[in-house]
């Protein structure tokens, strides 16, 4: 029965912890080369979930075939990353890079705010939703329980596919060389004839699509809601935090923490699920300041 | 000497001016009305909807010519605002724009603060959608009153229907939101059931974070527990995913759904919900409301929302239409008793103890202690061809007063002293 409850709680904890990923992902890359923390971040992925679930339904009504959702969701993506976050990038980051990081965080602030009322005048404040994707896979049964394929098999598979790509683009590409060195030191970078503008746009606007991607993936498990983006900035800079803020692999790490300890709190003290993440964050914290992989002074992605 | 002129001038102006009777006030050129409701965050599902119908209800009274010929105005506060935003706003639109009845608020946590501040600024305030039951039996108000029933009611009607209509099961789980309605709905559910049926096991007491994304992790571990009955009075966002996450892993195969709030996700949940869930509207709020469904005065409104909104209306809707109806009504009501001149705000309070009105379901009355009784209706999902969505059928309409703390009591005290047997109680049947 323990070990039952065990391995339950782990396959929610995992379902769970992937989506947390995909959107900390993102947040973290950004902080880590940009040193900017992008509050809007949670706006990206409720637009993210509503693009797609308008591009779905779309879909759906049109008669088009059911598995079209799945590209429909990363084209629905990496649409509105490119769009928004390329347009948040050029028109007001670009600006503020060498100010005082309070005010960039209050103009990404200023940017969530004016995004989420967007969304409610574009899509109002009736719930959404869009599961086709969730019903074409189906559902598993493992250990007596039903879990629906698309959130035990799909969205960890998505995240570790996201993870992996993100490395191998960092380690093994031209454009990863560049944004690790500009990361490293911008002035040399600039100086040896790396376009630290250019890096710092690219960069941005990869974390808004990844953004914007966990919004897309989470459409079908959830109803699309005003005020979504918020809890998810929350949680997901609790993940990056008990990372330390601009680790990657570590944001994996501790999206696994806290997913699965959420999950075993609803076996076992359902009292406390609600502060895990959080409680997760300050024992960290608490322990080591820069969080699990942070490094003092030096920051690397 | 001048300045003695000028002194004695000024009191005979004020003299003149000064009504002949106390009581003639004048008419005011408008009726201010403050609502406030929530224009964002997640309980704009019921903000919303609502909103459109006050602006409905509103234009509708005009166009007849206002109350006694006075037109209505209204002035909206987002509740989504936040507290603090909130309170202020409610004390300048009082104090500085003169309202002259307030209605407010959606949420009990806001009705909690509203009410002694209203007290405070001597304003009339209706609790109009709010459902905690303890601001009405914890204290006395002179300007505060609540035009639909409260928590314990309608917590115990779909709790009387669970035990008329499936009395044997064994074992039952909440899964409630973590805040106030959803800790007091369940403190007021168990306490009820504790007396009627003490065999019966609670095997997981959830309260996932209010807004939560995902219920997976409680859906897998009831999962593992079969409860025979899982209450939720959960709403909104929070219900559709609950129910569709449940309903996805084949949830609904194994357990029976207690929704009391569920009426106000119907039309989002389409063919999500299954057949049989037992489901309540916080009063006799319904579309298809079996006793009034064939009145013009309900159809035309109903299609009139229909044509505005796109949706049929929801329960929050026909709250605020019980706002209106009791506004009109103890207009009417306090004008009548002041000989036909228009009155003041202290005739207008005096008025609502005892106030009969009737909004678009069963009429209702006002306590002396300001609450309303209102009858309750709970039914169960099933399937029609009219609608693309699940209707409500084997509805049951009970009368409010076997289901409310008598004046003076308090719910939890009241529900403590419940004998065996004294919830197998039957509603008002109806087939369909």
């Keep these: ?301 | 000497m001048n300045k003695f002129s000028g002194a004695a001038s000024a009191a005979a102006l004020i003299a003149a001016l000064a009504p002949a009777g106390a009581f003639a006030q004048d008419k005011p050129a408008e009726l201010n009305i403050g609502i406030t409701t929530y224009s964002s965050g997640a309980a704009s599902v019921f903000g919303v909807p609502a909103r459109h119908a006050a602006e409905m209800l509103a234009e509708r009274i005009n166009a007849k010519g206002g109350i006694d010929g006075v037109p209505i105005k209204l002035h909206f506060i987002d509740e989504g605002a936040g507290l603090e935003t909130l309170l202020t706003e409610y004390r300048r639109l009082v104090e500085d724009e003169g309202m002259d009845v307030m209605f407010a608020s959606i949420s009990s946590g806001v009705c909690n603060k509203i009410a002694p501040l209203a007290e405070d600024l001597e304003v009339i305030n209706f609790m109009w959608d709010c459902g905690t039951q303890r601001i009405l039996e914890d204290d006395d108000y002179d300007y505060v009153f609540r035009t639909q029933a409260n928590a314990t009611p309608e917590v115990l009607a779909p709790l009387a229907y669970l035990l008329k209509h499936h009395p044997e099961f064994k074992t039952l789980a909440v899964v409630n939101q973590d805040y106030a309605w959803g800790r007091d709905s369940w403190e007021i559910f168990q306490a009820a059931l504790k007396s009627q049926r003490p065999d019966v096991e609670v095997v997981a007491e959830l309260f996932p974070a209010f807004g939560a994304a995902d219920f997976s992790a409680e859906v897998s571990r009831l999962q593992a527990l079969q409860p025979d009955v899982i209450l939720s009075t959960s709403w909104g966002g929070d219900l559709d995913t609950f129910v569709r996450q449940a309903g996805q892993r084949g949830l609904f195969d194994q357990s029976l759904f207690v929704l009391p709030l569920a009426e106000s996700s119907l039309q989002r949940l389409g063919d999500s919900l299954p057949e049989g869930a037992i489901v309540g509207a916080r009063g006799d709020h319904y579309f298809q409301h079996p006793e009034r469904r064939d009145d013009p005065e309900f159809k035309k409104f109903n299609e009139d929302f229909k044509a505005r909104t796109g949706e049929y209306p929801i329960y929050s809707v026909y709250h605020m239409v019980q706002a209106f109806a009791a506004l009109e009504a103890v207009y009417d009501k306090a004008i009548a008793a002041n000989g036909g001149a228009w009155p003041e705000k202290e005739q207008i309070a005096e008025a609502m103890a005892g106030l009969e009105f009737q909004g678009l379901g069963r009429p209702l009355s006002i306590r002396e202690d300001g609450q309303a009784v209102e009858a309750q209706l709970v039914g169960m999902t099933g399937t029609s061809e009219a609608f693309p969505f699940k209707i409500i059928k084997n509805i049951e309409i009970y009368d409010a007063e076997p289901l409310m703390a008598p004046v003076g009591e308090e719910s939890l005290d009241w529900i403590g002293k419940f004998e065996p047997g004294r919830l197998d109680i039957s509603g008002t049947p109806f087939e369909n």
């Excluded at chain 1, 007001?92 to 960039?104: E, N």
């Excluded at chain 1, 965080?105 to 404040?125: D, K, P, S, Y």
């Excluded at chain 1, 359902?270 to 969080?291: A, H, S, T």
């Design chain 1, 1 to 301: 029965m323990t070990m039952n409850i065990a391995a339950l709680a782990l396959l929610d904890g995992l379902a769970y912890a992937s989506l947390l990923f995909l959107v900390a992902v993102g947040l973290t890359l950004i902080f880590g080369v940009l040193g900017i923390l992008n509050v809007a971040h949670g706006s990206l992925y409720a637009i993210g979930a509503y693009a797609t679930a308008t591009l779905g339904q779309w879909l759906v009504a049109q008669g088009f075939n059911p598995w079209l959702t799945f590209p429909g969701m990363i084209v629905a993506a990496v649409a509105v990353g490119v769009l928004l976050g390329g347009l948040i990038e050029r028109l007001l980051l670009q600006r503020i890079y060498s100010k005082d990081p309070v005010l960039q965080l209050l103009v990404t602030f200023a940017v969530f705010m004016i995004l989420e009322n967007l969304q409610r005048m574009i899509w109002g404040v009736q719930p959404y939703f869009m599961s086709t994707p969730l019903t074409v896979l189906g559902n598993v049964r493992l250990l007596g329980i039903n879990y629906t394929a698309y959130q035990v098999l799909f969205l960890p598979a998505a995240a570790l596919v996201v993870l992996f790509t993100l490395r191998y683009f960092l380690r093994h590409t031209n454009m990863g060389a560049q944004i690790l060195a500009v990361t490293e030191d911008r002035e040399a970078a600039t100086a040896i004839g790396i376009n630290a503008s250019r890096v710092y746009f690219m960069t941005f606007v990869i974390g808004a699509c990844f953004a914007a991607l966990g919004g897309a993936l989470a459409t079908p498990t959830t109803s699309l809601v005003t005020g979504m983006g918020a809890n998810m900035i929350v949680l997901s800079f609790a993940v990056a935090a008990t990372a330390g803020l601009g680790q990657i692999e570590g944001a994996a790490i501790s999206a696994l923490i806290i997913g699965i300890a959420r999950s075993f709190a609803v076996y076992l003290s359902p009292e406390i699920e609600v502060i895990m993440p959080y409680l997760i964050m300050v024992l960290v914290l608490l322990v080591r300041p820069n969080g699990l992989f942070g490094k003092e002074t030096v920051r690397k992605i």
